[in-house]
């Protein structure tokens, strides 16, 4: 084995663009998490409204929607709050 310490690798030579360094790593997540949780709000209120329209069991619905909604809504707020 080698004595030499271990040399970082660098970019490749043919990149013909930088990564900024300027970006934090923590907004891009942020901006992640909101648009996921922005598709989902849309996506559940788009299920809600076919459910309730076009379902003939309404009594389970209503029950089920309240329950999605709020184990949805404790999920997401536990991801988004950064509790590990």
Do not use: C, E, K
């Amino acid at each position: 084995m080698s004595d030499t310490p271990l040399q970082p690798f660098g970019p490749p030579a043919g990149l013909p663009f930088t990564f900024p360094t300027t970006v934090n790593p923590q907004t891009v997540i942020t901006i992640f998490f909101w648009m996921v949780i922005v598709y989902w709000t849309i996506y559940t209120i788009v299920a809600i409204y076919h459910w309730l329209h076009y379902s003939h069991r309404s009594a389970i619905a209503v029950p089920a929607i309240g329950i999605h909604l709020a184990v949805s809504f404790l999920l997401a707020s536990y991801a988004v709050s950064g509790l590990v």
